[in-house]
């Protein structure tokens, strides 16, 4: 766990301190380089090691994780490269000089990082395949640049306003998340997934390379076949990230995918200390009781956490503080509360998060199986998709029956931002075929990684916890996109072929279990609670004093029967409109100096 800052432009030993201070919740112990009296590169660390690396005309910070170290270290031995430490920042910076895009997209790993070559007077920013690792930055005024692991650090510099975006303030409360690269501040974005950015020395941007996008590369395996090679990389992901670790920290849920992780370094490693960590919210949470039931099969140190409604009445400023852009729903407060205890026994958590864009595990993607069995109506069938995803309304008669028949007139419409008539893009589906659904899959994953891990990374980061999921490595990758629809999704059992690779390492009781959505109970106490909170914050005074939205809007959010819940997802539009209010106090008003008991 660390975080990288810098800034190419003129700026004081103290602003550069004060930009650390603020990500100290990373790592408390800071190093500054002056490269020249115009770049500093910085880093705050929990130990001892330098992440600035400086040899010939190169500089470069790095805060990064590489799984296959020992392959990347052959490679540059066999292209005549010799290192002369162990230190990521090198390897890193070799891969850079021998092959650029080519040579980072050799990297499976978890990494952010800056490179100044002093010999063309150019910045470059880059970032792993699936973002795991957050690199933000902001054009400076009168010619430089500013980057670093948070936005927070970067409002720490006086030159740098905070200008809210409203279009991508409106793509919030439509998503839950924002388009890749973006943030809700106009002058702030970050490093694409997979990309290199490079700037001259005033902070002009000269260009940008991609990592080469996933590609469908489907085999005519037997079931069999097909079980064996998803249960072998799926081992090995996970024996590349915790080889070696003394101690393995586990966000366990009720769900088969992270069962399975648990299972598999319970079986790999006996001997080890494994810690197992479960969110929920009473003596009738059907996750708590599965996950207890899965530890005590597996013998490990098993950890509940409870998440009942009062803590939205205390930790909500803490949480977006954290979070900065506000993604995701009640269960980014449970991954806070994870973290927090976590940090007391582990260095990290091993999650199961992206599994379902391999092997459609998704609500959304059983729309996607209905659209092929059903091709007749795949016309409303993607209205509804996009009504779930964007929501976006229908048009069509059958798609505003699916909206009525699945949403019983419950959900009221996401309000509208003032200023702004935005409207998200609506999802462009593949021609029909017999992989319509890995189509999908693998056009969406690498983007949908990216906006997923941002509720994690973010929330684990408050309390020092790295974030780790065998999910996103790269060759299981390629091994989940060689296995055929058929497999996926099969007589509408979703994630058919990971429930038969984890058959015989996940004992029978749990391999059939339902899937449910990771997220605090939204039953009455909650809904009162939301509202308790919202009136706070969402009162008709607040609401048109920022001119975010229309107070009637917020009205009709909170329109609900007495002694009644919200629907799950009215729930969630007020959640997103609250938090919405939260993060502008913390970033417009208070330009991220955070919270007073952050």
């Known amino acids: 766990m660390k975080a990288i800052y810098g800034v190419l432009g003129h700026i004081t030993n103290e602003e550069a301190n004060t930009m650390g201070v603020r990500l100290a919740h990373r790592g408390k112990i800071q190093t500054i380089e002056r490269i020249s009296n115009r770049l500093f590169l910085g880093c705050m660390n929990l130990d001892t090691h330098n992440n600035v690396f400086i040899k010939n005309r190169y500089a470069i910070v790095a805060d990064a994780t590489l799984y296959n170290r020992r392959e990347l270290q052959e490679f540059l031995s066999s292209s005549g490269y010799q290192l002369n430490t162990d230190s990521n920042e090198e390897l890193i910076l070799a891969l850079y000089q021998l092959n650029e895009i080519d040579g980072i997209g050799k990297i499976n790993g978890d990494f952010a990082f800056a490179i100044w070559d002093d010999k063309k007077k150019e910045l470059i920013l880059g970032r792993d395949f699936f973002g795991c690792h957050p690199l933000y930055y902001t054009s400076l005024p009168g010619n430089g640049l500013a980057f670093s692991s948070e936005y927070k650090a970067l409002l720490s510099l006086e030159e740098v306003p905070a200008i809210p975006n409203l279009d991508m303030i409106q793509h919030l409360q439509n998503c839950k998340k924002l388009p890749i690269g973006r943030t809700l501040l106009k002058n702030v974005n970050a490093v694409e997934a997979g990309s290199l950015l490079t700037f001259d020395s005033n902070g002009n941007q000269l260009g940008q390379q991609h990592i080469p996008k996933l590609t469908l590369d489907i085999q005519s395996y037997s079931e069999g076949e097909a079980t064996q090679k998803v249960r072998e990389a ?70 509940e956490i409870m998440t009942p409604p009062d803590l939205l009445t205390h930790s909500l400023n803490k949480l977006v503080w954290h979070l900065e852009d506000p993604y995701a729903r009640s269960e980014s407060l449970q991954l806070y509360q994870v973290a927090r205890l976590a940090s007391r026994f582990v260095p990290f958590l091993l999650c199961a998060q992206g599994s379902d864009g391999l092997f459609a595990g998704m609500p959304k993607h059983k729309i996607l199986w209905y659209m092929k069995k059903a091709q007749i109506l795949k016309q409303p069938l993607e209205e509804f998709y996009n009504l779930t995803q964007l929501a976006i309304k229908p048009k069509s008669f059958l798609g505003r029956a699916m909206d009525t028949l699945y949403f019983r007139g419950k959900v009221p419409e996401v309000p509208t931002v003032i200023g702004t008539d935005y409207t998200p893009e609506v999802y462009q589906f593949p021609p029909m075929n017999k992989e319509f659904i890995n189509m999908m899959l693998v056009k969406g994953y690498q983007g949908g990684v990216c906006q997923s891990v941002h509720k994690f990374e973010s929330s684990f980061a408050a309390w020092g916890v790295d974030y780790v999921s065998p999910f996103y490595d790269r060759n299981l990758i390629q091994t989940a996109y060689r296995i055929p629809d058929s497999l996926k999704i099969k007589d509408g059992k979703q994630k058919y072929i990971l429930r038969r690779a984890l058959r015989s390492i996940v004992p029978d009781e749990f391999l059939n279990v339902p899937k449910l959505p990771q997220r605090m109970k939204y039953n009455l106490d909650f809904s009162n609670t939301l509202d308790e909170v919202s009136d706070k914050y969402l009162s008709r005074d607040k609401v048109e004093k920022r001119g975010f939205f229309d107070f009637s809007d917020i009205q009709r959010l909170k329109k609900r029967k007495p002694g009644t819940p919200y629907s799950d997802e009215g729930a969630m539009r007020i959640w997103t409109a609250l938090l919405t209010e939260i993060w502008a106090i913390e970033f417009l008003d208070k330009k991220g100096s955070g919270p007073e008991s952050s």
């Open 234 to 303: 799926l081992k090995s992901a996970i024996q590349y990230r915790v080889d070696n670790q003394e101690k393995i920290g586990i966000a366990l849920s009720g769900g088969i995918d992270s069962i399975g992780v648990a299972c598999i370094c319970c079986t790999l490693y006996p001997e080890r200390e494994i810690h197992t960590f479960t969110a929920g919210c009473g003596e009738d949470d059907s996750d708590l009781h599965t996950a207890s039931k899965v530890a005590q099969a597996m013998n490990t140190i098993h950890h």
